[in-house]
Structure formats: structure tokens, C-alpha cells
């Protein structure tokens, strides 16, 4: 030990003093080179994060990162040639919250030749939320215009309820998902069947259309008359009448609710046809109904539905006096005449 020693002082003294003399030189000079420091500002910050679980809102994050090396090569560094990236925790609880994010020099990438020696702010803030699922939401399906007077329409929806994922302070809001408008007018009679898509909700992942039917059937009132005097309609000419009036009648009638709300007693005309007889006799007939200035009115119950009539020949109405019989309906009214059968459509 002690021969090394001596070796290392006495041996080529004088040469080994001129290698550290210039080691300690250029160490000095690198050093020197080393302390240039260059900052770069509005640094964007990438942030890692499971989209399936979270979402961010939309807030950029910058910071300034302050790199040191030589000074030839800090000159050469553009903002592009740095990046930050920050993974952002997963274990968060579902509502809209607050993170905080601590931003260290490990968390920057920096060109060769470079070193970071600081990242300001050290601290941000986001703002976040869970990604949550919602089961079974139901499916409304909105309609645009309205049928003719006198129908109406039903409708069904496949799928009728949906799974949904989205925000949790989005979802807690939503009771149900609705369809685009389906277009209803007067010149819809039958039924149709279309896919509709569903209105978008903003992040929210779940069907984008459904399959709607819709079925159009004919709606109607009802308004009923009582007690209405009911007529005879005879052939012109014909040498029958008849020998007792007939009983009274109620009917009920079905059509569009304006139809009917236009129309009184006055405008409801029960008879019975005998046109077609030519003898006297006892007959039994259907109770017909004429109704008088109303389109798509339509008589439906009749009681009695049947009604009796005797017809004699004139001169035995002459020998048996009679009360007079209610006038039936005239077929010659301006723009009307008896029907036989029920109004229809």
C-alpha cells in the first residue's frame, strides 16, 4: 500500500498534474455550459384518463416547463418538442367533482441533451364524472300534427325501454328518451310502420333509433235522442195509407264530435219505407233514420229497431177516422233526400 502511494506522488509526477489540471478544466466548462436554462410557456398538458369510466369537462391544461443543458441545443428546442402527460386516477366517485392533479418534472418528456428542472403550476384542477349505466328507460314517442276529425291512432315502440350510459349528473335527470317527430296529417288513414331515431342527449351512449307502429282507426261520439216521432214513408200515388201512427223512437248516433254538436232533434228524421207494398195488411219493418245537414254522422241503435204498421186501402180510412200521421221527409229538399239505410261516412 504504501509502494502505491509512493508510486502515485513520486512516479510521472509532473504529467499526472497536467491530466487533472485539464480534467478539472473541462469539468468547470461543462458545468458552466449546464446552468443555461430556457423556459417554454403554454406547454399542453395530455391527460390519460379511461373514457369509459370517466368524462372531463372541457378544460384545457397548460404549464411552463424551465429545461437546462447546453446552450447551442436550448436554442434548438421548440414548444412542440415537449410533452406532459398526467394519467388521472380512476378510483373516482361518481358526481360532478373536483381532482386535483399534481404535475412533477417526471411527468415531462424533454429533447436529448436537455433536463427539466421545473414545471409551473406544480398543481391543477379539473373537473370531472362517472360514467354510470341506467336500466330499462323507457322510450316516449312524440308526434307532429293530428289526423282528420274522426280517427284517431295508437301506437307501439320496439324496443320499448333502453339501457343508457352516461354522466351521472346527466342520467339522474332522465326518466325517459325520446323519438323524433312522427308526422301525423288528414291524409293518413292507414296504418305505418318506420324507424325513428332517438333525440341525442349530450355524452350519452344508448340506442340511436327505434322501431315505431302505428295503427289509425276511426273515432267517434256518441249523442243520443229520445222519444223522436217517426214517419211513413208511402209510394206517390199509392191508394195505401196508414191506419195508426207509429210509436215513438230513440236513436243514437256516432260521428265526429263537431258533427254531432251541430246537430238538434229537429235535424233527425226516423221513418219506415213501405214504398214496395202494394196491398193492405199488417207489416213489420226496419226503422231507418235520415239525418239532415251532417256528413260522417252515422245512426247506429234504433229502439225499437223493428216497427209494425197496418196499411189500409183509402176508403176504409175514410169509414175509420184516424189521427193525421206525422209528414214523412220530403225526397225533393235542396241537397238532401231519405236514405233507406243508415247514414254512412
Known amino acids: 500500500m504504501k509502494r502505491w502511494f509512493h ?34 410557456y403554454n406547454i399542453p398538458v395530455k391527460l390519460h384518463y379511461d373514457p369509459s369510466a370517466l368524462v372531463l369537462e372541457d378544460t384545457v391544461l397548460t404549464v411552463d416547463v424551465t429545461l437546462r443543458g447546453v446552450e447551442k441545443r436550448l436554442q434548438r428546442v421548440k414548444t412542440t418538442d415537449v410533452e406532459v402527460n398526467v394519467t ?12 386535483q392533479l399534481r404535475i412533477t418534472p417526471d411527468d415531462v418528456y424533454a429533447p436529448f441533451g436537455t433536463h427539466v428542472v421545473d414545471v409551473a ?13 341506467k336500466r330499462n328507460v323507457p322510450i316516449r314517442v312524440r308526434f307532429d300534427g293530428r289526423l282528420r276529425e274522426g280517427y284517431r291512432n295508437t301506437h307501439s315502440v320496439l324496443p320499448s325501454r333502453v339501457d343508457v350510459l352516461g354522466p351521472s349528473r346527466i342520467l339522474k335527470d332522465v326518466h325517459e328518451l325520446v323519438t323524433e317527430p312522427v308526422k301525423l296529417d288528414n291524409t293518413i288513414t292507414q296504418d ?6 332517438l333525440l341525442p342527449l349530450p355524452k350519452v351512449l344508448t340506442n340511436t333509433e327505434v322501431h315505431v307502429a ?34 215513438h223512437v230513440s236513436v243514437t248516433l256516432h260521428g265526429p264530435k263537431l258533427a254531432l254538436e251541430a246537430i238538434d232533434q229537429q235535424s233527425v228524421h226516423p221513418f219506415i219505407d213501405v214504398t214496395a207494398i202494394t196491398s193492405p195488411g199488417t207489416y213489420r219493418r226496419p226503422v231507418q233514420v ?22 189500409v186501402t183509402r176508403k176504409e180510412a175514410v169509414s175509420a177516422p184516424r189521427k193525421k200521421p ?18 254512412t261516412p
Open 88 to 99: 388521472v386516477p380512476s378510483n373516482l366517485a361518481a358526481g360532478m367533482f373536483f381532482c
Open 326 to 343: 206525422v209528414p214523412a221527409p220530403s225526397p225533393s229538399s235542396p241537397g238532401t233526400s231519405p236514405q233507406k239505410k243508415a247514414a
Open 121 to 133: 403550476p406544480a398543481r391543477q384542477q379539473i373537473q370531472y364524472d362517472r360514467i354510470i349505466a
Open 214 to 247: 302505428v295503427e289509425i282507426e276511426k273515432h267517434s261520439s256518441e249523442q243520443a235522442f229520445r222519444d223522436l216521432p217517426m214517419s211513413v214513408l208511402t209510394a206517390p200515388n199509392c191508394d195505401l195509407c196508414v191506419k195508426d201512427l207509429p210509436p
Open 290 to 311: 235520415w239525418v239532415s245537414g251532417a256528413a260522417g254522422v252515422v245512426a247506429e241503435d234504433m229502439q225499437p229497431s223493428v216497427a209494425e204498421v197496418v196499411l
Open 192 to 197: 305505418f310502420e318506420m324507424d325513428v331515431k
Open 7 to 40: 508510486r502515485l506522488f513520486r512516479v510521472d509526477l509532473a504529467r499526472k498534474l497536467v491530466a487533472a489540471f485539464f480534467a478539472v478544466l473541462i469539468w468547470f466548462a461543462v458545468r458552466t455550459q449546464l446552468r443555461n436554462f430556457t423556459t417554454l
